[in-house]
T-cell receptor
Framework: GAVVSQHPSWVICKSGTSVKIECRSLDFQATTMFWYRQFPKQSLMLMATSNEGSKATYEQGVEKDKFLINHASLTLSTLTVTSAHPEDSSFYIC?????????????FGPGTRLTVT | DAKTTQPPSMDCAEGRAANLPCNHSTISGNEYVYWYRQIHSQGPQYIIHGLKNNETNEMASLIITEDRKSSTLILPHATLRDTAVYYCIVRAPQGAQKLVFGQGTRLTINP
């Protein structure tokens, strides 16, 4: 199956700093990428949907100025957590849809664990 | 998209078939049923999807009732590596095209 990578796999940062997480589709072109957040013992929560070359669509309750999403190419999307605080500590997972495979195929990255101290 | 209901947890003995139920009584005619699983601290993994016919692949089988109000994911010979949270999701082809995860079923395979 298609591969989605994330970098870094884990990161620790100080409160008030910004952190950038990269999501790459390694062997396919992804016109649409999704960002999820998962707190311990909870399910995945969709944060936003991004389409290549256009602004991301954020889910209700997700602050777009705090979670900046850029989808500048068909293989790369980035999530920047700005002015991170301890409550932003979470597992962030990206997902990408294979342009060639159509609607049904959606692949997930391995996740990035963010800890804000 | 229609809501799904799954038991919060299940146990299964290694080597036996694991049957995971999902209720989606409000499913619409054009909505597909998808199954994903998430092994601890990893990203979700696609398992299988279907519309109304039963489906089988190298990982599992999906049985959808004739009225499409429920389905069952079958792992024919469960191994310890199948221990994970299993998510049943329904989604229509058009619209926002996003996968929305419920609470899933935590399946534990016991030796």
């Amino acid at each position: 199956g298609a591969v989605v990578s994330q970098h870094p796999s884990w990161v620790i940062c100080k409160s008030g700093t910004s952190v950038k997480i990269e999501c790459r589709s390694l062997d396919f072109q992804a016109t649409t990428m999704f960002w999820y957040r998962q707190f311990p013992k909870q399910s995945l929560m969709l944060m936003a949907t991004s389409n290549e070359g256009s602004k991301a669509t954020y889910e209700q309750g997700v602050e777009k100025d705090k979670f900046l999403i850029n989808h500048a190419s068909l293989t790369l999307s980035t999530l920047t957590v700005t002015s991170a605080h301890p409550e932003d500590s979470s597992f962030y997972i990206c997902s990408a849809r294979d342009r060639a495979s159509g609607f049904h195929e959606q692949y997930f990255g391995p996740g990035t664990r963010l800890t804000v101290t | 998209d229609a809501k799904t209901t799954q038991p919060p947890s299940m146990d299964c003995a290694e080597g036996r078939a694991a049957n995971l139920p999902c209720n989606h009584s409000t499913i619409s005619g054009n909505e597909y049923v998808y199954w994903y699983r998430q092994i601890h601290s990893q990203g979700p993994q696609y398992i299988i999807h279907g519309l109304k016919n039963n489906e089988t692949n190298e990982m599992a089988s999906l049985i959808i009732t004739e009225d499409r109000k429920s389905s069952t994911l079958i792992l024919p010979h469960a191994t310890l590596r199948d221990t994970a949270v299993y998510y049943c999701i329904v989604r229509a082809p058009q619209g926002a095209q996003k996968l929305v995860f419920g609470q899933g079923t935590r399946l534990t395979i016991n030796p």
